[in-house]
T-cell receptor, first 113, second 116 residues
Framework: KAGVTQTPRYLIKTRGQQVTLSCSPI?????VSWYQQTPGQGLQFLFE???????NKGNFPGRFSGRQFSNSRSEMNVSTLELGDSALYLC????????????FGPGTRLTVL | AQKVTQAQTEISVVEKEDVTLDCVYE???????LFWYKQPPSGELVFLIR??????QNEISGRYSWNFQKSTSSFNFTITASQVVDSAVYFC?????????????FGKGTRLSVIA
């Protein structure tokens, strides 16, 4: 069974631009969660999607948004990028939710210049 | 609110030594799940174990073992006869069961370096 895939793996953007990251979950998994990892703040939850609906949202500004498609694939978007958005963005999928085992993708490393 | 504390920021051991990574959690809920993940330099979080709050049995998987003690709110992870390939950052995490479930709350991680 294929694991969680994320594209692109690396991204360099400049302040003010916007970016879209993509995540394909493990086949059969309906829940997709996104996390931001930085050296200072560690791993922080962004949001979770289940059956195309946002079920949970972390404490991030509205510039961070996401969506899930009918095939469970998910995208997250960050608008008006700031230097502090530089981070590793990890996507995780699970069968039904965040108390299930979440399997993580390799991440997208975003650098904002 | 939930919280996970991994007090050990970095640990360095010589190959073949045993090492224990500490994890202390806080939650008022009675139904919760604890996890350990490994993050090698490649960046991907690799799942190691999931344990629910009603199962306090310790678990052993090869060189890995986990000690869950509700009385002290701890879920410690021991690697026996460590190897260089065990070098990574290890994260303990907590999720609480409620409507919609809560997201994983991670500790800050413990960086383990195993020296040959």
């Amino acid at each position: 069974k294929a694991g969680v895939t994320q594209t692109p793996r690396y991204l360099i953007k400049t302040r003010g631009q916007q970016v879209t990251l993509s995540c394909s979950p493990i086949s059969g998994h309906r829940s997709v969660s996104w996390y931001q990892q930085t050296p200072g703040q560690g791993l922080q939850f962004l949001f979770e999607y289940f059956s195309e609906t946002q079920r949970n949202k972390g404490n991030f500004p509205g510039r961070f948004s996401g969506r899930q498609f009918s095939n469970s694939r998910s995208e997250m978007n960050v608008s008006t990028l700031e230097l502090g958005d530089s981070a590793l963005y990890l996507c995780a999928s699970s069968l039904d939710g965040t108390t299930d085992t979440q399997y993580f993708g390799p991440g997208t490393r975003l650098t904002v210049l | 609110a939930q919280k996970v504390t991994q007090a050990q920021t970095e640990i360095s051991v010589v190959e073949k030594e045993d090492v224990t990574l500490d994890c202390v959690y806080e939650t008022r809920d009675t139904t919760y799940y604890l996890f350990w993940y490994k993050q090698p330099p490649s960046g991907e979080l690799v799942f190691l174990i999931r344990r629910n709050s009603f199962d306090e049995q310790n678990e052993i998987s090869g060189r890995y073992s986990w000690n869950f003690q509700k009385s002290t709110s701890s879920f410690n992870f021991t690697i026996t006869a460590s190897q260089v390939v065990d070098s990574a950052v290890y994260f303990c995490a907590l999720s609480v069961y409620m409507k919609g479930n809560t997201p994983l709350v991670f500790g800050k991680g413990t960086r383990l370096s195993v020296i040959a």
